[in-house]
């Protein structure tokens, strides 16, 4: 269930790897890719970032390649650019070399450090006293990739239902029952990839999962028209090592334009877009969960800095300033946020693997971070083979 990036490419695959088989997706919204997937800045991560042997940096690597070779196939927008990740000051230069030899164990193709001359020949507008360039990041419409997917599976043995958000999961006999709000199901098998509400679907079938999923809304500006010459592709800071957002940054879009930020705020409702968005039941949730707290008491100076960029614009274009110092406020308008599931546990620290809860014939995706869409196909294969050994197909 989940008709986003993960959700479908694990439906396709399995049609794939089981034609025999009825795949049926459900969906609480009335299209693909509704959230997180369609509300995303479009970025294929090159996997420089993440722990060597992690399952993020293998199905990245993996997930990015297929993700190349499927856009391609079926014409989906795409545009290899490269990015450049900037070093602005001499006290960075150490996490700049950390993330590059990380890189490099990685075996991240073509990477390579970078001087600011170089730098300045691929964005003439970006301070910075070093880089690391990456040829194999990109750009592209996961949308338009979640369009053809569901096209691809309903050509074949699955179909996708909309307007089915799920309210109770039970055994009965050999059968799983799925009621939604309008539908009863009835399936042998079943795979969780209900992203932001992955958690509540869990619950559902009654797994006591202790990680948690707490929503952080990331708010973008982006560059009017007359100053998209300031960005030529992709231009991200070093992230901060204790923390995994990435930092504002600028990306240019597949479909046309250019994306400023996110910053990372909690908010008060999973999918609540809006700056005074709230639910009571959801927040409640959130705020009497103690991990919650562990990781806010940690962490609540760098909270108060993204609350600043919020609600200040002119804090906003600071930020981007530390990359491009002639960015300016009227450079900039709102655009659409998106908001990410953030896997928490009870001792405050973030989830920052894929995680899987598996009971009898039931598989529950519960934290997909970034770069869950790059390696959405991937992550599909990884489901497929777990499918294979837990499910004894």
């Not at 420089?48 to 993020?56: A, E, Q, V």
């Not at 993996?62 to 196939?73: A, K, M, N, P, S």
């Not at 500006?221 to 204790?242: F, K, M, S, W």
């Not at 039931?362 to 992550?379: D, E, F, R």
Request: proline share 5%; hydrophobic share 40%.
């Amino acid at each position: 269930m989940g008709a986003g990036i993960v959700g479908l490419s694990t439906a396709y695959k399995l049609s794939l790897s089981f034609p025999e088989a009825h795949i049926l997706v459900l969906e609480k919204e009335n299209k693909v890719a509704a959230h997180q997937t369609g509300k995303n800045s479009g970025v294929i991560h090159s996997g420089i970032y993440y722990k060597p042997g992690s399952y993020k940096a293998k199905n990245c690597k993996d997930g990015r390649h297929q993700l190349v070779e499927f856009c391609t196939e079926h014409g989906i927008a795409m545009d290899i650019c490269g990015k450049v990740i900037v070093a602005t000051d001499e006290d960075e230069i150490p996490r700049l070399e950390a993330i590059y030899e990380r890189g490099v164990e990685n075996e991240i193709e073509g990477i390579e450090k970078i001087g600011p001359e170089e730098l300045k020949q691929i964005e003439p507008h970006v301070k910075g006293i070093a880089a690391i360039k990456v040829p194999c990041a990109g750009i592209v419409d996961f949308g338009g990739m979640c369009v053809k997917l569901r096209e691809l599976l309903e050509s074949g043995n699955g179909k996708v239902e909309f307007g089915q958000e799920v309210r109770q999961i039970k055994k009965e006999g050999d059968e799983i029952l799925v009621k939604t709000k309008s539908s009863v199901f009835k399936t042998k098998y079943l795979i969780n990839c209900a992203g932001l509400y992955c958690d509540h679907v869990a619950r559902a079938a009654g797994i006591k999962s202790p990680v948690k999923i707490v929503p952080f809304k990331g708010e973008y500006y982006e560059l009017r028209p007359e100053a998209e010459y300031l960005v030529n592709n992709l231009i991200y800071p070093l992230p901060n090592p204790e923390f995994p957002f990435l930092g504002v940054h600028f990306t240019r879009m597949a479909l046309g334009g250019i994306e400023c930020g996110p910053n990372a705020v909690f908010v008060f409702k999973r999918e609540g877009y809006g700056k005074l968005a709230f639910s009571f039941k959801e927040s409640l949730e959130s705020l009497t969960f103690k991990g919650f707290w562990k990781m806010a008491a940690q962490h609540w100076r760098m909270g108060m800095d993204e609350y600043k960029r919020s609600f200040s614009k002119k804090a906003f274009v600071k930020g981007l300033q530390k990359l491009i110092p002639s960015v300016r406020e009227e450079h900039l308008k709102v655009s659409p946020p998106g908001i990410r599931a953030m896997a928490l546990q009870p001792n405050g620290e973030i989830l920052d693997d894929f995680y899987y809860e598996i009971i009898e014939n039931q598989i529950h995706v519960l934290n997909a971070p970034s770069p869950a869409a790059t390696a959405g196909l991937a992550i599909g294969d990884e489901i497929v083979k777990k499918v294979r050994t837990e499910f004894g197909l």
